[in-house]
């Protein structure tokens, strides 16, 4: 069964850095890409930016270009988010969902959600 | 970017009641249109893709309809699982967007 597994609960602060962690298992790692998702306490789904699997492209969403990097290690199924110059209304769970490679397709499996705080 | 617009922000309703969420998009985006559900501390869930396709294991009293700018997702006979928040989202070009949500509340 497809599962995204991704890393623990973080606190940083301000003008740190965070890189959260998604884990792949039951599908081929190289044949979809990532989508990076965040939602803020008691607020909507704000999509932060994709990446292939396949060939390392990415899309980052234009508010957050020159903060986040998206990453993936085909060896472990393994994406990354890192994002840097973190301030207060950073804070969110964060979540990575499996996207297309090639075709439109909606987001059928997501991880379970990293929150991240940031507080001085 | 693409715009999506959710109507109404919330709603209250009963067990076995028939509700509609719509979703507007800024610019025509065929059927390149999701709908999520979400419950508190939980990860969004695909339930309907490509407008109208039910997601596999979603009960078919889900369903959606629409094409181009306007978009509707039905609930046909409320359980009380169905009560959360529930978003559309466009995949039809990047930024994917979401729509702010529809909170379905028990009345």
């Known amino acids: 069964q497809v599962q995204l597994v991704q890393s623990g609960a973080e606190v940083k602060k301000p003008g740190a850095s965070v890189k959260v962690s998604c884990k792949a298992s039951?599908?081929?790692?190289?044949?979809?890409?990532i989508s990076w998702v965040r939602q803020a306490p008691g607020q909507g789904l704000e999509w932060m930016g994709w990446?292939?699997?396949?060939?390392?492209?990415?899309n980052y969403a234009q508010k957050l270009q020159g903060r986040v990097t998206m990453t993936t290690d085909t060896s472990t199924s393994t994406a990354y988010m890192e994002l840097r110059s973190l301030r207060s209304d950073d804070t969110a769970v964060y979540y990575c969902a499996r996207d297309q490679v090639d075709t439109a397709m909606a987001f059928d499996y997501w991880g379970q959600g990293t929150l991240v705080t940031v507080s001085s | 970017a693409i715009r999506m617009t959710q109507s109404p922000s919330s709603l209250s309703a009963s067990t076995g009641d028939r509700v509609t969420i719509t979703c507007r998009a800024s610019?025509?985006?065929?059927?390149?249109l999701a709908w999520y559900q979400q419950k508190p501390g939980k990860a969004p869930k695909l339930l309907i893709y490509?407008?109208?396709t039910l997601q596999s294991g979603v009960p078919s009293r889900f369903s959606g309809s629409g094409s181009g700018t306007d978009f509707t997702l039905t609930i046909s006979c409320l359980q009380s699982e169905d009560f959360a928040t529930y978003y559309c989202q466009q995949y039809y070009s990047y930024p994917c967007t979401f729509g702010q949500g529809t909170k379905l509340e028990i009345k």
């Open positions: 610019q025509g985006i065929s059927s390149y």
């Open positions: 039951g599908y081929t790692f190289t044949s979809y890409g």
């Open positions: 490509a407008a109208s």
């Open positions: 990446i292939s699997a396949y060939n390392g492209n990415t």
